[in-house]
């Protein structure tokens, strides 16, 4: 089936789209959390062949200050598509659709962002589409909605947006961006996840009131699809926290698999350990006991000898005109020479 106002065959005879997709299929979404460091929050989305990238800094300080709100904080959002974003190269700076849908979002975040707890200041949200291709808006939206709480701003809930719309005739959800350029009708639509409100609804086209309320409808269930997958992209950056600190997300599985084996390959905490049983004959300070032979230092008591200095005090003969205590035998020895003298002759004198 094509469309009347094009040549353009969207929906072939099986009921399929261009992309082969069924007529209430969704887009592959992916969702990654915490890509940039600078900022406070950040996300990647990939939405089809869309890719949104968001970064969140504050709550900070307003700039000019007279639009500070005393009595509570202010969301800004800037919505860009940069140059190469399209097939045919984009004027870089901001324009008019530019400048419309960075009204439109913060409008629908500050339903859920908590704004009364941190009045004065701003929470800006900077919002880049790198590739485009249909939805971008509703891609852009999603994407913030989860660098928020990546960034622990206080909200309510998530804001989960997909658009949907009329092609051939035929209602189709998610449109590409051959069905969004030649389609005839187009319906933004984003809501919290958890209340089911409605905080952005737009439509561009003709439709009847029974169409509208089954895109509607469509819309909701679609919705509730994305919201289940922003969660688990939540979970899935949170839970690599541990208590020590946070596991390296961006390290491959490979790399973690080869860690692995190498704590496999290394020796067990318990041969750490074996060397240090030897350290048990430490317990057995039980031998000590045999140190008792150490008491045996009386000994040391043969030392008394050295009282014997005793003979010491025979020194005491050795006055001036005493001489050493000779042996009797040497002394007996000696007399009998004084003998052979012969004593001096009594009557000398005379």
């Not at 300070?285 to 043969?302: F, I, L, W």
């Not at 014997?308 to 050493?324: G, R, W």
Request: proline share 9%.
């Amino acid at each position: 089936m094509s469309d009347p106002y094009t040549d353009v065959q969207l929906i072939d005879k099986k009921g399929l789209r261009l992309d082969g997709r069924k007529l209430d299929e969704l887009r592959p979404i992916k969702i990654e959390v915490g890509v940039l460091k600078r900022a406070d929050g950040s996300c990647y989305l990939e939405w089809g062949e869309n890719k949104v990238i968001v970064g969140v800094y504050g709550p900070r300080e307003v700039h000019p200050r007279h639009m500070q709100n005393p009595m509570r904080g202010i969301v800004q959002a800037r919505y860009n598509m940069v140059s190469f974003s399209v097939s045919e190269r984009k004027r870089p700076g901001p324009d008019r659709r530019s400048t419309e849908i960075s009204k439109l979002l913060p409008e629908a975040l500050e339903h859920v962002v908590l704004t009364d707890r941190f009045p004065r200041t701003t929470v800006d949200v900077y919002i880049e589409v790198v590739q485009a291709s249909a939805g971008t808006r509703c891609a852009g939206l999603t994407a913030a909605s989860v660098a928020l709480a990546d960034a622990g701003i206080p909200m309510r809930d998530l804001i989960a947006s997909v658009a949907s719309g009329k092609i051939g005739g035929k209602l189709v959800l998610d449109l590409g961006q051959a069905e969004d350029t030649y389609g005839q009708a187009d319906v933004p639509f984003a809501m919290v996840g958890r209340t089911g409100e409605v905080v952005l609804l737009q439509m561009d086209g003709h439709l009847t009131i029974e169409e509208f309320e089954t895109l509607l409808e469509m819309n909701r269930k679609a919705a509730l699809e994305v919201y289940e997958i922003q969660k688990a992209a939540l979970k899935d950056r949170y839970s690599s926290f541990t208590e020590e600190g946070e596991a390296e997300p961006d390290a491959p599985e490979e790399e973690k698999k080869d860690e692995k084996k190498e704590k496999k390959s290394s020796p067990p905490p318990k041969a750490d350990k074996e060397p240090k049983e030897p350290k048990e004959p430490k317990e057995s300070k039980e031998p000590k006991e045999p140190k008792e032979p150490k008491e045996p230092k009386e000994p040391k008591e043969p030392k008394e000898p050295k009282e014997s200095k005793e003979p010491k005090e025979v020194k005491e003969p050795k006055a001036k005109d005493e001489k050493a205590p000779v042996p009797e035998e040497m002394v007996e020895e000696a007399t009998p020479e004084k003998d052979d003298k012969g004593p001096a002759p009594a009557g000398g004198d005379e």
